[in-house]
Nanobody
C-alpha cells in the first residue's frame, strides 16, 4: 500500500510560480511511475505530467509544456511539480498518483491517488 500526500498549493497571481510536492509512504516508491493530474470545477480530472521510476523519462500535456517541470527524489520518496508562468486556466485541484506500470502513463490507470491540493491563479 502506498499513501500519497500533496502539499504546496495556494493562491498566486498570473505569471507567478508554485512548487507542488507529493510525499509517498512505502518502500516501493522508487519503483513507481508517478503522475500529476488536475481537476477544475465542473470538469473531468485531466492528465498533467508523468515521470518514470528512474526519472529519466517525462511527459507533459501540451498546455503546460515549457512551463511545468515534474521531478522526483527517490531518496526522499517525493515527487515535485514546479509550475512557472501560471495562468488563470491552471486553477484546479492538483492530484499526484502512482502506478507500478514501468513507463510514463498519461491516462488515469494509476493505482494510488493523493487527496489533492488546491491551486488558484488570479488574473
Amino acid at each position: 500500500q502506498v499513501q500519497l500526500v500533496e502539499s504546496g498549493g495556494g493562491l498566486v497571481q498570473a505569471g507567478g510560480s508554485l512548487r507542488l510536492s507529493c510525499a509517498a509512504s512505502g518502500r516501493t516508491f522508487s519503483s513507481y511511475t508517478m503522475g500529476w493530474f488536475r481537476q477544475a470545477p465542473g470538469k473531468d480530472r485531466d492528465f498533467v505530467a508523468s515521470i518514470s521510476w528512474r526519472g529519466d523519462s517525462t511527459y507533459y500535456v501540451d498546455s503546460v509544456k515549457g512551463r511545468f517541470t515534474i521531478s522526483r527524489d527517490n531518496a526522499k520518496n517525493t515527487v515535485y511539480l514546479q509550475m512557472n508562468s501560471l495562468k488563470p486556466e491552471d486553477t484546479a485541484v492538483y492530484y499526484c498518483a502512482g502506478t507500478n506500470i514501468p513507463r510514463v502513463v498519461t491516462t488515469a490507470e494509476y493505482d494510488y491517488w493523493g487527496q489533492g491540493t488546491q491551486v488558484t491563479v488570479s488574473s
